[in-house]
């Protein structure tokens, strides 16, 4: 169980356009949807928290405009990078946790597979 | 905040021996939840164990194992019988009431055939 897939699994696409990355809990509902970056060699870097039909909350630093987040079911939400540039070059991760504080694995996050983007 | 220190960024062990990763922790909070994530090559990230912190009892998954000293905000992890499958990154982390999860530096282990 607690399942959560990623789809495109890596992406490459020209500077300027858009790409969207879908995450999908397979055989759970999930409350809460995260969205990490992952540099080479380094940590998770969180990037905003989406609660299923609330508008994402972003870290401090992370453009929202340039980031679109949406979580319109418990199993799905997205993220959209908009405008791309080679910058936002990166390996990106989902995550999902079925509920708050909930004593039966509630708090755990589990994660996608991620997707490599690459902008040219 | 809370912020999640990992001290050891490679470590290495003999197949068949024992390793320790160091993890500690700062937070005000009373009630939070502990993990150690898995990262290998192919950079999906897996659970290994999970602590709660009002269980006093140190969690065990088969050859892994933790020890939690809530006083110390210390929660290592102690891999037994290592094998080669269990070369990774190794990521503890930090989580209160689902609020976003808080991640150490890593681990880079290698298990030496």
């Known amino acids: 169980g607690a399942v959560v897939s990623q789809h495109p699994s890596w992406v490459i696409c020209k500077s300027g356009t858009s790409v969207k990355i879908e995450c999908r809990s397979l055989d759970f509902q999930a409350t809460t949807m995260f969205w990490y970056r992952q540099f080479p060699k380094q940590s998770l870097m969180l990037m905003a928290t989406s609660n299923e039909g609330s508008k994402a909350t972003y870290e401090q630093g992370v453009e929202k405009d340039k980031f679109l987040i949406n979580h319109a079911s418990l199993t799905l939400s997205t993220l959209t990078v908009t405008s791309a540039h080679p910058e936002d070059s990166s390996f990106y991760i989902c995550?999902?946790?079925?509920?708050?504080?909930?004593?039966?694995?509630?708090?755990?996050?589990?994660f996608g597979p991620g997707t490599r983007l690459t902008v040219l | 905040a809370q912020t999640v220190t990992q001290s050891q960024p490679e470590m290495s062990v003999q197949e068949a021996e024992t390793v320790t990763l160091s993890c500690t922790y700062d937070?005000?909070?009373?009630?939070?939840?502990l993990f150690w994530y898995k990262q290998p090559p192919s950079r999906q990230m897996i659970l290994v164990i999970r602590q709660e912190a009002y269980k006093q009892q140190n969690a065990t998954e088969n050859r892994f194992s933790v020890n939690f000293q809530k006083a110390a905000k210390s929660f290592s992890l102690k891999i037994s019988d290592s094998q080669l499958g269990d070369t990774a990154m190794y990521f503890c982390a930090f989580s209160h009431n689902n609020n976003d999860m808080r991640f150490g530096a890593g681990t880079r282990l290698t298990v030496k055939p």
């Open positions: 937070t005000s909070e009373n009630n939070y939840y």
């Open positions: 995550s999902a946790s079925s509920g708050a504080g909930a004593r039966n694995q509630g708090d755990t996050q589990y």
